[in-house]
């Protein structure tokens, strides 16, 4: 069974910086785009950022933008997310996701994801 696993998650003070993981087992994900998705309680499932199987291609929220850079190093297997001036706003479970074509901020168009990492940024 394919699963992506995340790590990083803490509690930080605002103004803090996280640095999210998100690996895999039974799947290679260099051969995936990936992207990270957070969710707050009584909030639905948003978007956060994107990136291309070989990390040419990025996207990101504009509630993230210049604060949050999505990275990956295909040669370990792995995606990152730094997480810079945390706001307590940014509290949440955030969740890796991959697919097979391209990136995209639809949570519809991705077919495997982790079981999540909790981000709580106390003010």
């Known amino acids: 069974q394919v699963q992506l696993v995340e790590s990083g998650g803490g509690l930080v003070q605002a103004g803090g910086s996280l640095r999210l993981s998100c690996a895999a087992s039974r799947l290679s994900l260099y051969n995936y785009a990936v992207g990270w998705f957070r969710q707050a309680p009584g909030k639905a499932r948003e978007f956060v950022a994107t990136?291309?199987?070989?990390?040419?291609?990025?996207a990101y929220a504009d509630s993230v933008k210049g604060r949050f850079t999505i990275s990956r190093d295909n040669a370990k297997d792995a995606v990152y997310m730094q997480m810079n001036s945390l706001q307590p706003e940014d509290t949440a479970v955030y969740y890796c996701a991959a697919r097979t074509s391209g990136t995209s901020w639809s949570p519809e168009e991705y077919a495997y994801w982790g079981q999540g990492t909790q981000v709580t940024v106390s003010s």
């Open positions: 990136i291309s199987r070989l990390g040419g291609n990025t």
